[in-house]
């Protein structure tokens, strides 16, 4: 079972059209929940961390919110450089290996003029 | 800023071959770690170094070795290279692992194992 799931896989949007993007974990003993952005032919580039329900956090046209099951990125009045795969990460508490941050699947988003 | 550098970027193995990836960070982390990408699974962890002179296995370590040759350098080889290693691979480091500092990547090798 996915322990991190994030939706929607794909999202095309115009320029100027806010949404939100969605993931949600089923882990417990939650030590942080992250947001990272890729694109294309690169790795992943870090925007935020997220520790506790309630907490929110902002960057540009992006704010991630976390509550106790999910977190979701708010992209407000979008432009195409903001075109990415963006990718859900959580940080366990506990883990066969020590530590894992446990990376969903992300959500391809395509902004168009 | 250099930041976390990969090599090679493209590679093509036979089946049976043998390689290294290698990987170094200039920003003076303590951990670092290889992750592979694959199309529908995600990035999964195949092996960390969460300080110089240790490393852990991760979610994928089967068919995989790595070395933390000193602060800066963490490799990862493919002894007998085999398709289902087919994969984008990643290094990524970080300040530690204990207070879930963020990681930083590099800008991935694309393997290809024929």
């Known amino acids: 079972e996915d322990q991190v799931t994030q939706s929607p896989e794909a999202l095309r949007l115009q320029e100027g059209e806010s949404s939100s993007l969605n993931c949600s974990y089923t882990v417990s003993g939650l030590r942080g929940l992250f947001w990272y952005r890729q694109d294309p032919g690169k790795g992943p580039e870090f925007l935020f961390t997220?520790?506790?329900a309630g907490e929110e956090k902002e960057k540009e046209r992006l704010k991630a919110t976390l509550t106790k099951k999910e977190s979701f990125l708010h992209i407000t009045a979008p432009k195409p450089e903001d075109s990415a795969t963006y990718l859900c990460a959580v940080h366990l508490l506990n883990s066969n290996s020590g530590y894992a941050l446990n990376f969903g699947k992300g959500t391809s988003l395509l902004v168009t003029p | 800023n250099a930041g976390v550098t990969q090599t090679p970027k493209f590679q093509v193995l036979k089946t049976g071959q043998s390689m290294t990836l290698q990987c170094a960070q200039d920003m003076n982390h303590n951990s670092m770690y290889w992750y592979r990408q694959d199309p529908g699974m995600g990035l999964r962890l195949i092996y960390y170094s969460a300080s110089e002179g240790t490393t852990d296995k991760g979610e994928v370590p089967n068919g995989y070795n790595v070395s933390r040759l000193n602060k800066r350098e963490f490799s990862l080889r493919l002894e007998s290279a085999a398709p289902s290693q087919t994969s984008v691979y990643f290094c990524?480091?970080?300040?530690?692992?204990?207070?879930?500092?963020?990681?930083?990547f590099g800008s991935g090798t694309q393997l290809s194992v024929l």
């Open positions: 997220l520790y506790s």
């Open positions: 990524a480091s970080s300040e530690g692992v204990v207070k879930n500092e963020k990681l930083f």
